[in-house]
């Protein structure tokens, strides 16, 4: 596999796996790739034979396109045994005979996406749970234009997966194939960047006089952001560094309560920005100086606006069903073609190819740039926005709360929050399919007191959007990837939004 030369780095993969996965057909899990990958708890349906099974679809897929001369690019994050799960995929591609390129160590999800279009391979399989909990781990593929998956690429390697059940997986032993040099090690830190370079000066970055913490939630975007930023005036402080699988408790998801941690110690102290990012650190999260939570609607707007006002951009944007409606208002002011997709970056990141967007987001904080790479990226999206406000402080906008004031001002009031509602794994499938049907029975008729003027059915089939007359709106979702219902609202106010989140908890629960 063609691409430059890297150091060889622990963690070291398992040597051998078994040649055959043992069981009958009837006995195997059932692999649905969600909204992001499948995803599911290690020890029950996460095992490595499932794993196996995924990795034998994907070789499949590029042996029967022709192209695993190209090979496939292998990441992992920092989730319990995440380097074995991958060790143990790894093998099964090895026994097809395509060349791999493994990563020395936990690195962002991205880096695969990054990986993927530098070597130009066939794909790339990334084990990670993403922002899922502790007990997940999981499963993505990437396409050789570094985006997710699309939709038809996942159909087909599910449908190979249901067909290989009980089936023999091919294997080759690691180390016998790094020994014939089918295994490339890589770390993709310096190359990175340097790719950041062209459209990004992390010189005028570091020059900054501001103090920054950073918190990447113990996951593998951890020492990223001040590496990237060392050696200049600006102080980076990151908490939460070390390798911890339980993630200290909490969801490695960049949002309230899981990073109140570092929330507080912004209004504690004496910082002008927190950066923060999710598990595999394809996701952005940030608070201002107060350690006030800047909502991932607000994130979408802030960073749409500085594309536009700041870089000169025009070209259109790409946004998720579930993401902030500034966006159509900012698009409508700037002459900007705003473009709507269902929840996941496997459709964000194939109409962003489609159209030449400079930008797709969703609500879950994942932001992918046309001129950077058509898939999330958490640390692209917290420089970019750290770019932004020290712009706005060069325009007298300063304290960084000031900035997001002038958002508002032009953009119009954004006040958002996302509920989830739980429910065990064993009743989720029934309940999802009985809410289907009965949610537009019992559709509101108003969302704080403004009437309901229209109900749109998701084209995914998977929930409803009720739109208000004042431009407020409630969401309600079926995850893809957790037993969870989520309800997410934008309105015109912190009141509106707990008025709507009420009732929207209201009729996911029946009462």
């Known amino acids: 596999m063609s691409g430059r030369q890297i150091a060889v780095g622990s963690p070291q993969p398992s040597k051998a796996t078994p040649a055959a996965d043992p069981g009958l057909a009837s006995d195997f899990t059932r692999i649905v790739f969600g909204t992001d990958g499948w995803r599911a708890r290690v020890g029950d349906d996460y095992t490595f034979r499932n794993v196996r099974r995924c990795a034998q679809a994907v ?88 985006a997710a998956a699309g939709p038809e690429m996942l159909a087909d390697i599910e449908k190979r997966i249901a067909a290989g059940a009980g089936k023999e997986t091919a294997h080759r032993p690691f180390a016998d194939a790094e020994a014939a040099g089918l295994v490339e090690r890589y770390d993709s830190f310096d190359a990175y960047r340097e790719f950041l370079r ?63 941690d570092a929330l507080a110690m912004i209004a504690g102290g004496h910082y002008d920005l927190g950066l923060l990012l999710d598990g595999d650190a394809d996701r952005a999260g940030a608070a201002d100086e107060r350690g006030t939570f800047i909502t991932t609607l607000q994130m979408y707007a802030l960073l749409m606006y500085y594309l536009i006002e700041h870089r000169g951009l025009r070209a259109p944007v790409v946004k998720t069903v579930n993401e902030t409606s500034m966006a159509e208002r900012l698009g409508e002011r700037y002459g900007v073609a705003v473009y709507e997709v269902p929840v996941g970056f496997k459709y964000v990141g194939p109409k962003m190819i489609e159209t030449g967007a400079m930008m797709g987001g969703e609500e ?27 712009r706005e402080k060069e325009a007298g906008r300063w304290p960084v709360s000031k900035a997001i004031a002038h958002l508002h001002e032009i953009a119009g009031p954004s006040s958002y929050r996302r509920l989830d509602v739980h429910f065990d794994r064993t009743v989720y499938p029934a309940l999802m399919a009985r809410l289907l049907i009965e949610l537009p029975q019992k559709a509101p008729t108003a969302l704080a007191g403004s009437p309901v003027v229209r109900t749109q059915t998701l084209s995914t089939n998977d929930g409803f959007k009720f739109f208000a007359d004042d431009g407020s709106w409630l969401l309600v979702r079926f995850s893809g990837t957790e037993p969870l219902v989520r309800v997410y609202t934008e309105a015109v106010s912190a009141a509106a939004v707990d008025s709507n989140l009420a009732a929207g908890e209201a009729i996911v629960r029946g009462s």
């Open 59 to 146: 070789a499949e897929y590029v042996v029967d396109r022709g192209e695993q001369a190209r090979g496939i690019v292998f990441a992992y994050d920092r989730r319990f045994a995440s380097e074995h799960f991958a060790a143990a995929a790894a093998e099964v591609v090895l026994g097809h005979g395509i060349p791999v390129a493994f990563a020395a160590q936990a690195l962002p999800t991205q880096m695969a996406s990054f990986e993927v279009v530098q070597r130009k391979a066939a794909a790339a399989i990334v084990i990670t749970a993403s922002h899922n909990p502790w007990t997940d781990n999981g499963f993505k593929v990437k396409s050789p234009t570094g």
């Open 364 to 390: 879950s904080g994942g932001f992918g740039f046309g001129m950077h790479l058509p898939e999330r990226d958490g640390i692209f999206a917290d420089l970019l926005l750290l770019d932004l406000f020290l």
């Open 198 to 260: 062209p459209n990004l000066d992390l010189d005028r970055l570091r020059a900054a006089d501001v103090d920054l913490l950073v918190d990447p939630l113990f996951g593998s975007g951890s020492t990223w952001l001040p590496r990237l930023l060392a050696g200049g005036r600006i102080r980076v402080r990151e908490i939460h560094s070390e390798r911890n699988p339980y993630f200290g408790g909490v969801n490695p998801e960049p949002i309230p309560p899981n990073v109140d």
